[in-house]
C-alpha cells in the first residue's frame, strides 16, 4: 500500500501559546540591590521580570540558576490565572508552594485588616533542600502540580487553579548586592506519527446531546431560543435525552407536558430545573434531525408495589405507552429509543419483567421501531453487575437494541484516567455484542466542582475512552441548558446556563463546552471509528469516517510536552478544518490550515475534511 505524510501546523503565534516546535530558553535577570520600584497598594519593591508567553493548559517550565545566591535570599516564582496563583518561595535551605484564590470578595472578609485585593491561602507544602538550587521544574498536568529541585520531586498535589502567566521576583535584605540569574527552558516538541492501523473499523456514530432543562428553557427570549437552536445544530447536540414528569405523574397520565408539574432538582438552592417534557421542543428538535430517549427516574407511587417499592411491571407499561401516545400525537413521533429506567435498581425478575412486557406493549401499540436500552446505572462498576445480571435472562436481554450507563464514578480517577481503563474493559466485556449509549456525563464531585479547564480536559480524556475503548455510539451530558443558582453546578453539570445578565440568552457555563465540543461538533451520525494508531501514548488520538469520505481526526496532548503530528494514510485527503480547543480557544477554527501541526500541550485538535459550516 502506498504511505504518504501528510503534515499540518498550528495557525496560532508560538511565542504567545508556548507553541515551540524546539526547545526555548529565556534568560532572566532580578537585581538583589536596594528596591526601587513604586508598586500602588504595595510600597517599593525590587524590579519583578515577567515571562512574554502564555502558558498552555497543562506544561513544565525549568529554571536553570547561573550560580547559588547568598543564604538570606529567597527566590519566588509565582504563577497566575483568572481565579488563583501558585506561589514557588525557593532558599538555599526550604521550598514553599502556596495555592491561594482571588475570585471572590468573601476570600477577604476574615483578614483583621482588609487586604488590597480579596485572596485566601487554599494549601501550604513545603520541602527541605538537601542541596542548592540548582533547576527548579513547575509542571502542570492530570490537575496536578509538581515542583521538583535539581531533578528530585518534593511537591506534587492536587491543583485545580488555571495557571496562564509566570513571573519572577526576589526577597532579600536592603544591603544586598549582585543578581540572581539564568533562564527558564520549556520542552520541544515530540514527533509522533499516527497511522490507519488496519482496515478494522468499530462502532457507528449515533449522536450527542444531553438534557434540556425545559424550565430553564422557557425562560429563554424569543432571541435567546432562536440562538439556542443555532447551538445546538452548531454543536452537533441533536439528541434529547427526557427527563419526564417521573413521581410526579397523575394516574390519568396526562400531564408529561405541564409545566408547573416540573420537580425541583436537588442542585443547591435551585429553582424546578427539571423532570418534564416538552413535545413542541422535542417536535422542532426532529425538525432538525434530532433525537429523543426518553427514560424514566422514579416511578410515580402508583406504578410501584406499595410493599416493596419496586416498579409494577403493567403499570409501568402502560405510563411508557402514554407517552409514546402523547408524544405522536403532539411531536410527530414516539421517542427513538426507550431506557428501562434510570439509575433505579430494580430486582432481577422485575428487571426481567419490565422488559420483555414494556417490548410486546410497544411492538402490539405499532412502536416497533422504539428502540430499548438497558437500565441506566449511576456508575460503570454498578453498569457492569447491571449488565452482567441481565445477560443471564434469555427472555430479556435478547430485546434490549442498547446496553448503557453513567459513569460518574469516574471522578475517582480524575488525576490517573489510566486507572480507569481496567474497569471500563471490564465494562466492554459484560456489555458486549450491545452497542453502546454513554447516557450520562458530568462532574458531581464537590472535589472537582469548579470553573478549570482542567477538569473540563480530565473528562475529555473519559471521553475518549469511551469512544475507544467501550466503542460507545453516543456521548449524552448530563445537561445541555441550566438555570442554576449557584454557578458551579453551571460550571460542572451542564454546558449551557440561562445568562441573565446578558438578556435571557444561553452562554457556555464553563470549559466543558468545549471539551465536549472538540468531539461532538464534527463526529456526525453515521461515521464509523477507525483502527488509528498514535506512536505515543500521551497523544490520545482517534478518527471516524462517512460512507462519503469525509474524515475527521481528535488529537488529544494530555502531557506537558507540545506533539508535532505526522498523519499517515494510504491515500491523499484534503483537509478543510483544523478546529483549537484549549485554555484560550473556545473551537476555534483555523482560518487557513498550514502543512504540518504542532499541538500544545492540554490542547485538542480536530481536523476534518468537512469544510467549516457544512
Not at 505515543?536 to 478518527?543: E, H, K, R
Request: with cysteine.
Amino acid at each position: 500500500m502506498r504511505r504518504w505524510a501528510l503534515l499540518l501546523i498550528l495557525a496560532v503565534c508560538p511565542a504567545v501559546f508556548g507553541q515551540t516546535a524546539a526547545e526555548t530558553s529565556q534568560p532572566f535577570s532580578l537585581s538583589l540591590e536596594k528596591p526601587s520600584v513604586q508598586v500602588w497598594g504595595r510600597g517599593i519593591e525590587r524590579p519583578r521580570f515577567y515571562f512574554a508567553e502564555f502558558l498552555p493548559g497543562n506544561f513544565a517550565r525549568t529554571l536553570h540558576f547561573d550560580s547559588a545566591w547568598p543564604q538570606d535570599v529567597t527566590v519566588h516564582w509565582l504563577f497566575t490565572g483568572p481565579r488563583g496563583s501558585l506561589s514557588v518561595a525557593i532558599n538555599r535551605q526550604k521550598l514553599t508552594v502556596v495555592q491561594q484564590y482571588y475570585d471572590s470578595f468573601a476570600l477577604g472578609a476574615g483578614n483583621s485588616r482588609r487586604e488590597r485585593y480579596p485572596r485566601a491561602t487554599w494549601k501550604e507544602s513545603s520541602a527541605t533542600l538537601e542541596d542548592d538550587p540548582a533547576t527548579v521544574t513547575v509542571t502542570l498536568q492530570h490537575l496536578t502540580a509538581t515542583v521538583s529541585v535539581n531533578g528530585r520531586v518534593l511537591i506534587h498535589e492536587l491543583c485545580l487553579i488555571d495557571l496562564m502567566r509566570h513571573q519572577l521576583f526576589v526577597d532579600a535584605p536592603d544591603s544586598s548586592a549582585g543578581f540572581v540569574r539564568g533562564n527558564m527552558t520549556q520542552p520541544a516538541a515530540a514527533r509522533v506519527r499516527v497511522s490507519i492501523a488496519s482496515q478494522k473499523s468499530y462502532q457507528t456514530i449515533v449522536g450527542f446531546g444531553g438534557i434540556t432543562s425545559i424550565p430553564a428553557y422557557d425562560e429563554l427570549t424569543i432571541a435567546g431560543k432562536a440562538k439556542w437552536w443555532k447551538l445546538l445544530r452548531e454543536y452537533n447536540l441533536l439528541i434529547q435525552r427526557e427527563y419526564p414528569v417521573g413521581a410526579k405523574l397523575n394516574a390519568s397520565m396526562n400531564n408529561f407536558d405541564w409545566l408547573q408539574d416540573a420537580s425541583p432538582h436537588y442542585y443547591g438552592d435551585n429553582f424546578p430545573d427539571g423532570e418534564i417534557s416538552d413535545f413542541a421542543y422535542n417536535k422542532h428538535l426532529r425538525a432538525m434531525g434530532g433525537k429523543v430517549f426518553f427514560e424514566f427516574w422514579a416511578l410515580p407511587p402508583w406504578a410501584r408495589d406499595p410493599q416493596t417499592g419496586n416498579a409494577e411491571p403493567d403499570k409501568y407499561v402502560q405510563a411508557v405507552l402514554a407517552y409514546c401516545r402523547e408524544s405522536l400525537a403532539k411531536a410527530g413521533a414516539p421517542p427513538d429509543v426507550v431506557g428501562i429506567q434510570n439509575e433505579i435498581i430494580q430486582p432481577g425478575p422485575v428487571w426481567e419483567q419490565m422488559i420483555a412486557r414494556l417490548r410486546r406493549a410497544l411492538d402490539d401499540a405499532g412502536f416497533r421501531q422504539v428502540k430499548l436500552h438497558m437500565p441506566d446505572a449511576g456508575s460503570l462498576r454498578v453498569g457492569i453487575r447491571s449488565a452482567n445480571t441481565l445477560r443471564q435472562m434469555s427472555d430479556a436481554w435478547p430485546l434490549l437494541d442498547y446496553s448503557a450507563t453513567h459513569v460518574y464514578d469516574f471522578q475517582a480517577h480524575m488525576t490517573d484516567p489510566e486507572s480507569y481503563l481496567p474497569l471500563m474493559r471490564q465494562w466492554a466485556e459484560a456489555a458486549s455484542g450491545k452497542p453502546f449509549l454513554a447516557t450520562e456525563l458530568a462532574i458531581n464531585d464537590s472535589a472537582y466542582q469548579v470553573d478549570s479547564y482542567q477538569t473540563a480536559l480530565a473528562m475529555g480524556e473519559l471521553y475518549y475512552q469511551l469512544l475507544t475503548v467501550a466503542n460507545a455510539e453516543s456521548l449524552d451530558y448530563c445537561w445541555l441548558l441550566l438555570d442554576p443558582e449557584q454557578p458551579s453546578f453551571g460550571f460542572t453539570r451542564s454546558l449551557f446556563t440561562v445568562d441573565r445578565l446578558h438578556s435571557f440568552e444561553p452562554s457556555p457555563s464553563g470549559f466543558q463546552l468545549r471539551v465536549f465540543g472538540a468531539f461532538s461538533r464534527h463526529l456526525r451520525e453515521g461515521m464509523v471509528r477507525l483502527d488509528l494508531r498514535s506512536s505515543d501514548p500521551d497523544l490520545l488520538a482517534t478518527a471516524f469516517r462517512a460512507a462519503s469520505g469525509a474524515t475527521t481526526w481528535i488529537f488529544l496532548n494530555r502531557s506537558a510536552e507540545p506533539k508535532e503530528i505526522e498523519l499517515a494514510d494510504g491515500g491523499r485527503v484534503r483537509i478543510q478544518t483544523v478546529e483549537h480547543a484549549s485554555l484560550y480557544q473556545e473551537n476555534a477554527i483555523d482560518a487557513a490550515p498550514h502543512k504540518s501541526l504542532i499541538v500544545a500541550p492540554g490542547e485538542i485538535l480536530t481536523v476534518t475534511t468537512i469544510r467549516a459550516g457544512r
